[in-house]
């Protein structure tokens, strides 16, 4: 049986407004200035505590602040985690094809686990998951490929796949030495044929498909 595991910010869900609708709260707290959506966006990817890193190197806060600024961070954004974010066009219709036709399907993302099943089952998408592993699952996130190599674990034999959008998910996948898809309308920094991939797609209608040609060729 073949096993498809999904990175979720940047691949299944767009949740960089309310990322960046928490970073700014987080910052109006300290009677700092606001960071824009791209500046913010680009700082995703690696999970809260890095990400918070980076907000706090932009605005000038001691990194001895660091952990309360995560937690603050936390605060803001578990209270309001799915006003802005959405599914990215066509995800729900894949995921239930690809269930349909069999698939066991997985998450692995660098977010802490308990917001990111909080958003799935906000968005109506954790029905379509049998394992969620997050970024706080094991001591390693990643592009260690020790996360997802848990989530395959737990879902059993058979043929392997990863779902990404990012630099992180490229290394990732090639870490664990598994077939990558790479979406190409997520996060990721440099030109999408620069990450090694087994393919590339920019429409989630066309993934069931792409994996069909994965199964059949292995």
């Known amino acids: ?17 309310d990322i960046h609708a928490a970073a700014n709260r987080m910052l109006s707290d300290e009677g700092l200035a606001p960071l824009d959506l791209e500046t913010v966006t680009s700082f995703i990817g690696n999970g809260i505590p890095n990400l918070v890193g980076l907000l706090m190197r932009a605005r000038g806060i001691s990194a001895d602040r660091h952990s309360v600024m995560v937690e603050r961070m936390m605060d803001h954004y578990s209270a309001r985690a799915t006003e802005l974010t959405r599914p990215y066009p066509g995800v729900p219709q894949a995921l239930e094809r690809l269930r349909s036709a069999g698939y066991r399907l997985g998450v692995c993302t660098n977010k802490f686990k308990a917001p990111a099943v909080q958003i799935l089952n906000a968005l109506d998408l ?12 094991l001591s390693v996130k990643k592009p260690d490929p020790a996360p997802l190599r848990l989530a395959f674990e737990r879902m059993g034999d058979g043929i392997h796949a990863y779902v990404g959008d990012s630099e992180v998910d490229a290394e990732t996948a090639q870490a664990a030495g598994v077939a990558f898809a790479l979406f190409t309308e997520g996060y990721r920094k440099s030109p999408a044929d620069t990450l090694p991939h087994t393919f590339l797609f920019n429409d989630f209608n066309d993934l069931p498909e792409m994996m069909q040609h994965l199964k059949g060729a292995a």
Do not use: E, N
């Not at 954790?126 to 997050?134: E, P, R, S």
């Open 1 to 17: 049986m073949t096993s498809i595991v999904f990175d979720l910010d940047g691949t299944l869900v767009d949740s960089a407004p």
């Open 126 to 137: 954790g029905q379509f998951f049998d394992v969620v592993v997050g970024g706080d699952s």
